[in-house]
């Protein structure tokens, strides 16, 4: 079963190429790789600062997509949502692993690599979506969800930076979290 090569997949595509995988089909594997795997990579290379860290990861991510099919729960979100996830859980781990305390350099925008074909405007529409999602949060939590999503602080790390109560927190993530699937259903046709 083959899908389209540009265009979100639906449910039913997303739920077939994940009993694929559970079913040992490679060619789901390869499937899964051709669509996500540029965005993975561009994930990999703004928070590991080198292609080749991005190229390791991007690896590590596909390989474990494929170990943890039975993980995936469409009720929790799209299966872009679960692999993204899996790849920030893996950077950060390796970024608390190879670099302790410090944090890499990230990559400027200009620097990653141009884009090749139409298909690789999803990534940039689902960029522009969050954009307008993340306007309906204040100041204070959009710099929450930085720290905690894409700089890979922890709650208890942002407590002790910023000098607020873990569980205050804990309470302005969930709160921003809850803000942004309001915001990104109300959005949806």
Do not use: C
Not at 3 to 9: D, K, M, Q, S, V
Not at 17 to 23: C, P, T, V
Not at 59 to 85: H, N
């Amino acid at each position: 079963m083959r899908h389209r090569a540009n265009g979100p997949l639906t449910a039913q595509e997303e739920q077939r190429l994940i009993e694929r995988l559970l079913e040992g089909d490679e060619g789901a594997v390869r499937d899964v790789y051709s669509r996500f795997a540029r965005p993975v990579f561009t994930l990999g290379l703004r928070l590991l600062g080198s292609p080749e860290a991005a190229e390791e990861l991007t690896q590590d991510v596909f390989l474990a997509a494929w170990r943890k099919a039975a993980r995936f729960d469409p009720a929790r979100g799209r299966l872009s949502t679960w692999l993204m996830s899996i790849a920030h859980n893996l950077a950060v781990d390796r970024l608390r692993h190879e670099t302790g305390a410090s944090r890499p350099n990230l990559v400027l925008v200009e620097e990653l690599p141009e884009r090749q074909d139409a298909s690789d405007l999803d990534p940039v529409l689902d960029r522009d979506a969050a954009d307008r999602a993340m306007a309906v949060l204040s100041r204070g939590e959009r710099k929450l969800l930085m720290m905690a999503y894409f700089r890979g602080y922890t709650a208890r790390e942002i407590s002790e930076m910023d000098g607020i109560p873990l569980g205050t927190v804990k309470t302005r993530l969930r709160t921003a979290l809850i803000k942004l699937r309001r915001a990104n259903h109300t959005k949806e046709p």
